[in-house]
């Protein structure tokens, strides 16, 4: 394992800067979509929230990689509207679980707790695969990067074949019919319209290259 296939809280914080620009960046999307099948407050909430996020963390005493989560999901509790506070506030909640009082986060122990915050949302949210959420962008992008890990990749490569498969599960879901949440109410109406919350899901991936962005210095 390489000192840039570990992560601390540092390159985890560059993690969450990178979402809540990415999030700004496509708030008006985000809107967009959710206007078409929700309620237009995704991009709102979740900028919002984001925001919330990284005012929290500026500055604030985190002496570890659960702390660090932990904080991430208390404000994203109480920031955020609708059905995503509880949502992503219960992904960082069991990333923080998972990963504990630890420093940093080799490539196996980041998948490990990419994991468990999937198996929060799903907890949370009772989503499977093919319901239309952000299940369908998470589940493949936390698959991808298990197997790339397992092939022997580095965790820049990794990283990027998990946000390749979020994107095309994101991109799946206008095909799919909405089978839980205000979307659901349209049953077939739903179908050609990409899913805001599987929207944000691929954003949260795609946010993960600036984990490697810079070596981290022992």
Do not use: C
């Amino acid at each position: 394992m390489t000192e840039m296939d570990a992560v601390d809280v540092a390159a985890l914080g560059r993690w969450l800067d990178e979402f809540a620009r990415l999030v700004g960046e496509h708030k008006q999307h985000l809107i967009q979509l959710d206007s078409a099948i929700g309620d237009a407050d995704h991009g709102t909430n979740m900028d919002r929230g984001m925001s919330a996020v990284i005012a929290a963390l500026d500055g604030a005493e985190l002496p570890d990689v659960g702390a660090l989560f932990k904080k991430v999901a208390t404000t994203m509790i109480s920031a955020v509207g609708g059905a995503s506070g509880p949502l992503y506030g219960t992904f960082f909640l069991r990333m923080a679980t998972a990963a504990g009082p630890v420093d940093s986060l080799d490539g196996p122990a980041f998948a490990k707790a990419l994991r468990a915050g999937l198996d929060g949302v799903v907890a949370r949210g009772k989503a499977e695969a093919g319901d239309k959420t952000m299940y369908d962008a998470l589940a493949p992008a936390v698959d991808a990067l298990d197997d790339a890990l397992g092939a022997g990749k580095p965790l820049t490569e990794a990283l990027s074949d998990a946000a390749d498969a979020a994107a095309r599960g994101r991109d799946a879901t206008k095909d799919l019919v909405a089978r839980k949440g205000r979307a659901s109410y349209l049953g077939e109406r739903s179908v050609g319209h990409q899913d805001p919350g599987a929207t944000s899901a691929a954003l949260l991936i795609s946010a993960t290259s600036a984990l490697t962005s810079t070596s981290t210095k022992g």
